[in-house]
Nanobody
Framework: QVQLVESGGGSVQTGGSLTLSCAHS????????MAWFRQAQGKEREGVAA????????YYSDPVKGRFTISHDNGSNILSLQMTALKPEDTAMYYC?????????????????WGQGTQVTVSS
């Protein structure tokens, strides 16, 4: 069973930085997709960024492009999201997801496994 555990959330001021981590285990294949999603209060869950375990294309949503960087360490099985130039609109619960079925990377319902989430709050 694949397990995902996020960490690294917190409270920062506008313009600050945070790095989220997602430690994962249980994958039986070396090739799988991983992504970060976020859900602000009262809004739908939205894709932030996605990556494949063994390279390939990396995807970002338009609101975070140029500010966030997704990466994956195959040796330690950790998915990371470096967030810089944070804005109040980045405030949300951030989720790690894995193993998407075929389809757009930003479609939450395509992902099979999810972590419990880590809260990011950006104050103005």
């Amino acid at each position: 069973q694949v397990q995902l555990v996020e960490s690294g959330g917190g409270s920062v001021q506008t313009g600050g930085s945070l790095t989220l981590s997602c430690a994962h285990s249980g994958h039986t294949s070396s090739w799988y997709s991983m992504a970060w999603f976020r859900q602000a209060q009262g809004k739908e869950r939205e894709g932030v960024a996605a990556i494949y375990s063994e390279g390939g294309p990396i995807y970002y949503s338009d609101p975070v492009k140029g500010r966030f960087t997704i990466s994956h360490d195959n040796g330690s099985n950790i998915l990371s999201l470096q967030m810089t130039a944070l804005k109040p609109e980045d405030t949300a619960m951030y989720y790690c997801a894995s193993d998407a079925f075929n389809g757009p990377w930003y479609e939450a319902n395509l992902y099979k496994y999810w972590g419990q989430g880590t809260q990011v709050t950006v104050s103005s």
